[in-house]
């Protein structure tokens, strides 16, 4: 049963334009909502994170929309560079687990074309 | 400041056989959660160490156990290892309860 879902599993983007990657999740528990980004041979990276209370975090180029009546996040990169290309993953957490303990999705293949 | 560290890298095995994998975790922070991601999969958690004891496990049979040591580094064994086992083990690292998660590069264990 995967509870947090990316029905994408690649995208392809010019550069300077805008990304958008998308995550589902079916487990109303989940309060606590993160973006990694994995480079080949590294461990996946803290990119961004939002909580339930909120419908939008901004950090940079980099933000986090929920849609919690419809169990939807989004991650929006603007613009896109060449750098950005990685496989991101969403994840999901909550007080009720334990907020490291982290509900993955299987990930995104983002590539910038220059 | 020291990120976490993972040991060995890559290793081989066969079925049947034993394997522990290590973790260093990153200055200051007192947990550590492993993770298994199969190839073409997300990571999937399978325990958490907090203070040297299990503080949550994911659904993972018995024969995964774990330790951790005062100065809050760790171990993964996994025993009669079987060849679904093949994946990238990831150790993570956090001060409790902060919900960021800092990881290592990974463990690539091959079961033939």
């Known amino acids: 049963d995967q509870q947090v879902k990316q029905n994408s599993p690649s995208l392809s983007v010019q550069e300077g334009r805008i990304s958008i990657l998308n995550c589902d999740y079916t487990n109303s528990m989940f309060d606590y909502f993160l973006w990694y980004k994995k480079y080949p041979a590294e461990g996946p990276t803290f990119l961004i994170s939002i909580s339930s209370i909120k419908d939008k975090n901004e950090d940079g180029r980099f933000t986090v929309f929920l849609n919690k009546s419809a169990k939807h996040l989004s991650l929006h990169i603007v613009p896109s560079q060449p750098g950005d290309s990685a496989v991101y993953f969403c994840a999901a957490s909550g007080v009720n687990f334990g907020n490291e303990k982290l509900t993955f999705g299987t990930g995104t293949r983002l590539t910038i074309i220059p | 400041e020291t990120g976490v560290t993972q040991s060995p890298t890559h290793l081989i095995k066969t079925r049947g056989q034993q394997v522990t994998l290590r973790c260093s975790s990153q200055s200051g922070h007192n947990t550590v959660s492993w993770y298994q991601q199969a190839l073409g999969q997300g990571p999937q958690f399978i325990f958490q160490y907090y203070r040297e004891e299990e503080n949550g496990r994911g659904n993972f049979p018995p024969r995964f156990s774990g330790l951790q040591f005062p100065n809050y580094s760790s171990e993964l064994n996994v025993n009669a290892l079987e060849l679904d086992d093949s994946a990238l083990y990831l150790c993570?690292?956090?001060?409790?309860?902060?919900?960021?998660?800092?990881f290592g590069e990974g463990s690539r264990l091959t079961v033939l």
């Open positions: 993570a690292s956090s001060q409790q309860n902060t919900g960021e998660l800092f």
